[in-house]
């Protein structure tokens, strides 16, 4: 409870005064009084006593009077025995008595007197302790208005200030001959708020400063204290973790959207890492709960600057722009080499195709069709015409579309195109590639080389997976809405292990081989086209006995309704 400097003061000083005035009545009236009361008593007892000794000494002289009355040869006289005389007169006087009681009378009086005079003396501190507590009162008014009034001024404006609002201050007066300790203290703390205030608007400037420079960071940003809470981070992270900034958020709510620190069996905790095991960096690779088909690579470094704060800095990559540069990269790759190929190809195959035309027109075409060397020329002519549409397929592998949204093209049409363009290394190891189609063409919307990419990527898999003597069978089907195509080998197979991370980033079998080359993304690419197209993509696979990859992808919607 809160009780006020004012109140203290006040009731200190009343409970103090009216304690003092108490002891001080009480004191006063039992030293006084009662020695008042003894002399009372003791006067009494004395005048009782006095009473009775002058009752027998008139009973004595009357006796002693009766005596000299009997004998004559008695005489009394004022002058031999003065005192017995003056007491035998006396008592024949009948106010003798009447003035004694009077006397002892006026002795009570004098102790009402004193009694009275003691009522008075109360009274007198009465109006006293009366007389103090106006002093008190206005000592206490000149407190609370030169001391108290202030102060709880500057208490209340401290309290607002506490809590944020840095824009009030103490009210100093201005007249500079009458100021006191008060006013200095005021002057003071104002210029301690002014100072507090240039110094916290510094440090808003900085930290804006430092998160507009983390924010300008392509990957995701964020600093980690020991306690799991997250001191800083970019737009890119929360962009990753699908959360929005906030004050006092921990690390695995954002991340994860729980409410425990993630469990060490099961997750690799970079915080936990390298606080505990003293590591200078870790590479890990993480998927967040907002969005779990992106891989994340987390890099994360231990920040030191003193011994009692810890903290740790990740820099967090979405791998999914490493698939598409590298996906880029081979596109391009592939269109400079398919540009050349053709520039190469058609010079050439142009010069033959020319000089064949030109041995028909002179030596064969007098010749009837069913003579040998004529079929032979022919075959040779048809084969040069089918060579020269080889540039123009590895062209229309790589080109892209400057459209929004690109045309549909025909699946099975890109299907073929792609066999007929890895139809020879197939054949060179043994390996037969059979595909089914049904009449009807089956239309898809999307980028068709990206189409083509995907489609190179799973079938060079499985002929990598082949031994001499495999065979691929790839069919295309179409459902109510989707176009289905499976690529099925005989090839060695994924182990169930493996089977869950064939698609992350950077994973690969043949990695465990020395002679592998596999950079570990051409899955992964293949996944992200065909999630971009709409689609998804499947596998299935025993080891031994081959693999089955399933692509499912939604027919143009202009076709389909047709």
């Given at each position: 409870?809160?009780?006020?400097?004012?109140?203290?003061?006040?009731?200190?000083?009343?409970?103090?005064?009216?304690?003092?005035?108490?002891?001080?009545?009480?004191?006063?009236?039992?030293?006084?009084?009662?020695?008042?009361?003894?002399d009372?008593?003791f006067?009494?007892?004395?005048?009782?006593?006095?009473?009775?000794?002058?009752?027998?000494?008139?009973?004595l002289?009357?006796?002693?009077?009766?005596?000299?009355?009997?004998?004559?040869?008695?005489?009394?006289?004022?002058?031999s025995?003065?005192?017995?005389?003056?007491?035998t007169?006396?008592?024949?006087?009948?106010?003798?008595?009447?003035?004694?009681q009077?006397m002892?009378a006026?002795?009570?009086?004098?102790?009402d007197?004193?009694?009275?005079?003691?009522?008075?003396?109360?009274?007198i501190?009465?109006?006293s302790?009366?007389?103090?507590?106006?002093?008190?009162?206005?000592?206490?008014y000149l407190?609370?208005?030169?001391?108290?009034?202030?102060?709880?001024?500057?208490?209340?404006?401290?309290?607002?200030?506490?809590?944020?609002?840095?824009?009030l201050?103490?009210?100093?007066?201005?007249n500079?001959?009458?100021?006191?300790?008060l006013?200095?203290?005021?002057?003071?703390f104002?210029?301690m708020?002014?100072?507090?205030?240039?110094t916290?608007?510094?440090?808003?400037?900085k930290?804006?400063?430092?998160?507009?420079l983390?924010?300008?960071?392509?990957d995701?940003?964020?600093?980690?204290?020991?306690?799991y809470?997250?001191?800083?981070?970019?737009?890119?992270?929360?962009?990753?973790?699908?959360?929005?900034?906030?004050?006092?958020?921990?690390?695995?709510?954002?991340s994860?959207n729980i409410?425990h620190?993630c469990?060490?069996?099961h997750?690799q905790?970079?915080?936990?890492?390298?606080?505990?095991?003293?590591?200078r960096?870790?590479?890990?690779?993480?998927?967040?709960?907002?969005?779990?088909?992106?891989?994340?690579?987390?890099?994360?470094?231990?920040?030191?600057?003193?011994?009692?704060?810890?903290?740790?800095?990740?820099?967090?990559?979405?791998l999914?722009?490493?698939?598409d540069?590298?996906?880029?990269?081979?596109?391009?790759?592939?269109?400079?080499?398919?540009?050349?190929?053709?520039?190469?190809?058609?010079?050439?195959?142009?010069?033959i195709?020319?000089i064949?035309?030109?041995?028909?027109?002179?030596?064969y075409?007098?010749?009837?069709?069913?003579d040998?060397?004529?079929?032979?020329?022919?075959?040779?002519y048809s084969?040069?015409?089918?060579a020269?549409?080889?540039?123009e397929?590895?062209?229309?592998?790589?080109?892209?579309?400057?459209?929004?949204?690109?045309?549909?093209?025909?699946?099975a049409?890109?299907l073929?195109?792609?066999?007929?363009?890895?139809?020879?290394?197939?054949?060179?190891?043994?390996?037969?590639?059979?595909?089914?189609?049904?009449a009807q063409?089956?239309?898809?919307?999307g980028?068709e080389?990206?189409?083509?990419?995907?489609a190179?990527n799973?079938?060079l898999?499985?002929?990598k997976?082949?031994?001499?003597?495999?065979r691929?069978?790839?069919?295309?089907?179409?459902?109510?809405?989707?176009?289905?195509?499976?690529f099925?080998?005989?090839?060695?197979?994924?182990?169930?292990?493996?089977?869950p991370y064939?698609?992350?980033?950077?994973?690969?079998?043949?990695?465990?081989r020395?002679?592998?080359?596999?950079?570990?993304l051409?899955?992964?690419?293949?996944?992200s086209?065909?999630?971009?197209?709409?689609g998804k993509?499947?596998?299935?696979?025993?080891?031994?006995?081959?693999?089955?990859f399933?692509?499912?992808?939604?027919?143009t919607?202009r076709?389909?309704?047709?």
């Open positions: 409870m809160f009780l006020s400097l004012n109140r203290k003061i006040v009731y200190s000083i009343l409970s103090l005064f009216l304690i003092a005035s108490l002891l001080f009545i009480m004191a006063f009236y039992m030293a006084y009084s009662s020695k008042v009361e003894k009372q008593l006067s009494i007892q004395r005048n009782q006593q006095y009473i009775d000794l002058l009752y027998r000494s008139i009973n002289t009357k006796e002693l009077k009766q005596l000299v009355e009997q004998y004559d040869e008695i005489t009394i006289d004022d002058i025995y003065p005192q017995i005389y003056t007491l007169h006396d008592s024949q006087n009948p106010d003798f008595l009447i003035h004694e009077n002892i006026e002795r009570s009086k004098s102790f007197a004193q009694y009275q005079t003691i009522n008075n003396g109360i009274t501190i009465s109006l302790a009366l007389l103090l507590a106006f002093f008190i009162i206005l000592v206490g407190i609370k208005r030169w001391l108290l009034t202030p102060i709880n001024k500057i208490s209340t404006i401290s309290e607002e200030i506490g809590q944020g609002n840095l824009n201050r103490i009210p100093v007066r201005n500079i001959k009458y100021l006191d300790e006013d200095r203290l005021s002057s003071t104002n210029m708020v002014d100072n507090l205030q240039n916290l608007s510094e440090i808003k400037d930290e804006k400063f430092l998160q507009a983390v924010d300008s960071i392509p995701g940003i964020r600093v980690i204290d020991k306690d809470n997250i001191i800083i981070a970019n737009k890119t992270y929360y962009k990753q973790a699908g959360s929005k900034a906030s004050s006092g958020l921990k690390c695995y709510q954002s994860f409410d620190p469990d060490l069996v997750t905790c970079p915080l936990h890492e390298l606080l505990h095991t003293r590591k960096r870790i590479n890990i690779i993480q998927q967040f709960s907002h969005d779990i088909s992106r891989h994340l690579a987390v890099n994360a470094a231990p920040v030191i600057y003193d011994n009692s704060h810890q903290y740790i800095v990740e820099s967090i990559r979405d999914s722009e490493d698939i540069f590298s996906h880029q990269q081979k596109l391009s790759s592939l269109g400079f080499l398919s540009s050349s190929i053709a520039h190469e190809m058609k010079n050439h195959l142009g010069a195709r020319l064949t035309e030109h041995l028909i027109d002179h030596y075409s007098g010749l009837p069709e069913s040998e060397q004529k079929k032979i020329i022919d075959m040779i084969e040069i015409i089918n020269s549409k080889v540039p397929r590895l062209l229309k592998l790589t080109r892209g579309y400057a459209e929004t949204e690109p045309p549909p093209f025909s699946c049409e890109s073929s195109d792609v066999i007929n363009i890895l139809d020879f290394e197939a054949k060179s190891k043994g390996i037969n590639i059979i595909f089914s189609a049904p063409q089956i239309y898809i919307n980028n080389a990206d189409f083509k990419i995907a190179i799973i079938i898999n499985a002929i997976a082949m031994d001499d003597k495999g691929l069978t790839i069919k295309l089907k179409k459902s109510s809405s989707e176009a289905i195509i499976t099925t080998d005989t090839g060695i197979g994924i182990a169930p292990k493996d089977l064939i698609f992350n980033p950077f994973f690969s079998e043949g990695k465990q020395k002679d592998s080359k596999n950079s570990g051409g899955l992964a690419i293949t996944k086209i065909i999630e971009k197209m709409g993509i499947s596998v299935k696979s025993a080891l031994g006995k081959g693999s089955c399933s692509l499912s992808l939604p027919l919607k076709l389909q309704k047709k």
